[in-house]
Structure formats: C-alpha cells, structure tokens
C-alpha cells in the first residue's frame, strides 16, 4: 500500500482557497481542520464554508472535527459529502455509536486523540473505525513540532491492525515533514496530514511528492 498524502488548507490562503486547492491535485486527500473555539483555542470555518470548499475542491475532503459535541455536528459534514469524517475520542461519550451513524450516512469515519490520550480502550472496537488519526503535536494551530513520544502508540494500533487482518488507515497529524514523516511511516503510519510542509515553502506539488517518497521510502523499504 503506497503513502496518501492529504494537505492541510489550515496552512492555505483562506481567501484564495480554491486557488490554493488547485495547487494540490496530486494529493489523496485535502485535510480540512474545524475548530471551534472549545475544544481547541481557535477559530476556523463551520458546514457553510466546508460545502463550499467541496464543491471547488479537485479531491475528496478528508474533514478533522476539533469540537465539542461531535454527536450533534459531525453527521452534518458526512451529510454534505466528506469522503472521511475524524471527531475527537476525548470529545464524544459513544464514538463506536457516532461511528456507525456517519458510515450508515457513507462518510468514512475517523477516530482522533490527542498526543496524550491513551490508545489502548479503543483497540478493542477498532474495527468500527475506517482511520484512527494519532496527533503528532497538540491540536489547534499548524506550524509545530512533532511530538516523537506519540509513535508507540502508532505501532500498537498498527500491530493491532495487521493481527486482525484489518484494513484501518493509521493517520498523523502535525509537524509532519520529510524527515518526521519517515518516523511516523516507520511506527506503522500510511496516511499523512501536512500544512507547512506542503503550502509554506516552494511548490505544494513538489512538496508533496518528496512527503510521498519518503513515506514509500519506509513503508514500501
Ligand atoms: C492542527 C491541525 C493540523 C495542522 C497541521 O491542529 O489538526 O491539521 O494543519 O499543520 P502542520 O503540518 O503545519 O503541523
Ligand atoms: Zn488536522
């Protein structure tokens, strides 16, 4: 299974988005952040400007709820056309519940934790989930250093996968670039968030194709 790579616009030009969008193409997926204030201490966009951003976006939407009560608001974005849909495990009571309920919609569903929640009291559920997103730095702002002491937890979800023979994506999320990428890929990562390392520097084109090689560079040995 080769690297997918999915961009975060939180890095993007907010009011040339789909200009920013089509410089991007050659993703997997774009990685769109929504915040509200609450659950993390900033501010992004809500349904209106998703639908929007999904009606101009080259790719499918890969959508990463920062918020409080995701019971109330995540079936929203699926309902809309995400391709996936990530709430926060320290921000829902039921996610197993929430998960079904997004799949039943036909949005893939993603389970996320913070850089300090423990991985082990979802293992066992694991198979209701189509990705499990690990945050490599502390939700909320792009721009920040990869936290190495999350990859143990990568390798037991990803041991966990393969015993199972499932087909769960393992995600990270923050600080990821050519270098941290190649740690996460090697903890059992294959899908990986960038806004940095993709939008601030050169061309995202090229930014991302040197993320993808570098990721295939370990997964693929
Ligand atoms: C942070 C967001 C990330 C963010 C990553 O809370 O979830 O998706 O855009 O940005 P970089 O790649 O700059 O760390
Ligand atoms: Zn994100």
Not at 2 to 9: D, F, G, K, L, V
Request: aromatic share 6%; with cysteine.
């Amino acid at each position: 299974m080769s690297a997918r790579i999915n961009p975060s616009i939180l890095s993007a030009d907010f009011v040339n988005l789909e200009r920013d969008l089509g410089t991007i193409a050659t993703a997997d997926l774009v990685h769109v952040d929504v915040m509200d204030n609450h659950f993390v201490p900033n501010l992004t966009f809500g349904p209106q400007m998703v639908g929007r951003i999904q009606t101009v976006s080259p790719i499918p939407l890969d959508v990463h709820l920062m918020i409080d009560d995701p019971e109330r608001w995540a079936p929203g974005y699926a309902e809309l056309g995400a391709y996936s849909v990530t709430f926060h495990a320290e921000a829902c009571q039921n996610p197993v519940a929430l998960a079904r309920r997004l799949r039943e919609i036909g949005a893939r569903a993603g389970l996320a934790v913070k850089p300090d929640t423990p991985i082990e009291p979802y293992l066992e559920v694991i198979e209701e989930f189509d990705q499990v997103l690990v945050m490599t730095v502390e939700p909320g702002f792009g721009g920040q250093s990869f936290i190495e002491a999350t990859m143990p937890k990568l390798s037991k979800l990803s041991d966990e996968v393969k015993r199972r023979g499932l087909d769960v994506w393992l995600q990270v999320d923050g600080g990821v670039d050519e270098h941290t990428i190649r740690a996460a890929a090697r903890a059992g990562a294959n899908t990986f968030v960038a806004g940095s390392s993709v939008f601030r520097n050169g061309e995202p084109a090229e930014n991302i194709a040197l993320l993808r090689a570098a990721a295939n560079a370990e997964m693929l040995g």
